[in-house]
């Protein structure tokens, strides 16, 4: 199972917004709504900020938000803060019953 | 709260064994799957195995396949990870997640397993 594709990369200034890019193919992000994002700060543990797709749990701020098109999916987030700065990983369910994840995308806060 | 606390990390030489426990709280154990997921020193995340509720099914990358066994004991609300030949290439630290609908969602904060000789 080839891992899904993000940018290596994001930056953006304080107050902007920003779009991260998870895209896999219809065996993954395509075929189901079960992907996820994760907020991830040196030497801690992953944090899910957003499961199916799109929905946040409780507690995450609403300045996360998920979609997908296609075998694509983005995490946005706007008023870009100086804690947002982290690595990103997204992740799909499988037609394997199996999981795969991103390569991460870390992102800047200028 | 959720909570998740890995432990059974450390050194082991190359095709030793080693087996990982996951104690969880807060929640119904039983009404969950567990998965494990494993990073290696500076790299990403890398899904390893999925135990269902009920311990009826476990499922696992091929990376691992044939060498990992994924287990739980509901009565102790832990979850296990047995690691058999191990390799230079399974060094990473192995954190353990909550499954809510197919989506890894809580976490532990992780074991660190070094395979070296």
């Known amino acids: 199972q080839s891992a899904l594709t993000q940018p290596a990369s994001v930056s953006g200034s304080p107050g902007q917004s920003i779009t991260i890019s998870c895209t896999g193919t219809?065996?993954?992000?395509?075929?189901?709504?079960?992907v996820s994002w994760y907020q991830q700060h040196p030497g801690k543990a992953p944090k899910f900020i957003i499961y199916?797709?799109?929905n946040r749990p409780s507690g995450v701020s609403n300045r996360f938000s998920g979609s997908k098109s296609g075998n694509t999916a983005s995490l946005t987030i706007s008023g870009l803060q100086a804690e947002d700065e982290a690595d990103y990983y997204c992740?799909?369910?499988?037609?394997?019953?199996?999981?795969?994840f991103g390569g991460g995308t870390k992102l800047t806060v200028l | 709260q959720v909570l998740l606390v890995e432990t059974g990390g450390g050194v082991v030489q190359p095709g030793r064994s080693l087996r990982l426990s996951c104690a969880t709280s807060?929640?119904?154990?039983?009404?969950?799957?567990l998965h494990w997921v494993r990073q290696a020193p500076g790299k990403g995340l890398e899904w390893v195995a999925i135990i269902w509720h009920d311990g009826s099914k476990g499922y696992y990358a091929d990376s691992v396949k044939g060498r990992f066994t994924i287990s739980r004991d509901n009565s102790r609300n832990t979850v296990f990870l047995q690691m058999n030949s191990l390799r230079a290439e399974d060094t990473a630290t192995y954190y353990c997640?909550?499954?809510?609908?197919?989506?890894?969602?809580?976490w532990g904060q992780g074991t660190l397993v070094t395979v070296s000789s």
């Open positions: 199916d797709v799109s």
């Open positions: 997640a909550r499954d809510d609908g197919l989506n890894p969602t809580y």
């Open positions: 992740s799909s369910y499988t037609s394997s019953t199996t999981w795969v």
């Open positions: 219809s065996s993954d992000v395509g075929g189901y709504n079960h």
């Open positions: 807060g929640f119904t154990f039983t009404t969950y799957g």
